[in-house]
């Protein structure tokens, strides 16, 4: 019998990088009660190329540090109405992206929205955990931590 990989275990909040939207460090909260993953957007403006829908929205990566903004473009793959744990509807944009989480990254769909009242920037919900990973919601923190130095470069 093969050897089994050990699992990749995520604490209740990771570090989290997305790179192709040019995001090197989010601190996220991972919440398996949430079906869908959600980005911080304090804008997004929808428009389209040659019939494909995209969009542009803002990032503030950092809570609380509007000056470090990073301005991202991604196609639209669906629009959904999400319930919020306070039972508020909102439609929403859905992209999809990779995420990279210490050595592993995979592709995930996000939900835009404003998130400045949260302190996380990101939630990671339960379709977005692929198969081998386990949440030890005792814990935080079980993956490489990142830094927001990296996004010095883009100070306002």
């Known amino acids: 019998m093969p050897p089994v990989a050990p699992p990749f275990i995520l604490g209740w909040q990771e570090w ?3 790179p192709l939207l040019g ?12 079906r869908t993953s959600a980005l911080h957007a304090h804008f997004v403006e929808p428009y ?7 969009v542009r929205f803002g990032v503030h990566p950092i809570a609380r ?20 744990s306070n039972g508020d509807r909102e439609k929403r944009y ?3 992206t990779p995420i990279r989480i210490g050595d592993r990254e995979w592709e995930i ?5 404003n998130r ?16 081998g990973v386990l949440v030890d919601p005792a814990t935080s923190f079980r993956q490489p931590r990142l830094r927001y130095k990296l996004y010095e470069a883009f100070r306002g």
């Open 65 to 84: 540090r509007a000056d470090i903004e990073i301005v991202c473009t991604a196609l639209v793959v669906d629009e959904r109405t999400i319930t919020s």
């Open 48 to 54: 389209a190329v040659r019939r494909n829908r995209r």
């Open 23 to 34: 995001l090197p460090a989010i601190k996220a909260k991972v919440d398996t009660g949430a």
């Open 94 to 96: 859905v992209i999809s």
């Open 16 to 18: 989290v990088a997305l």
């Open 116 to 131: 400045d009242a949260m302190s996380y920037r990101m939630l990671i919900g339960r379709q977005a955990i692929s198969g």
């Open 109 to 113: 769909e996000v939900t835009l929205t």
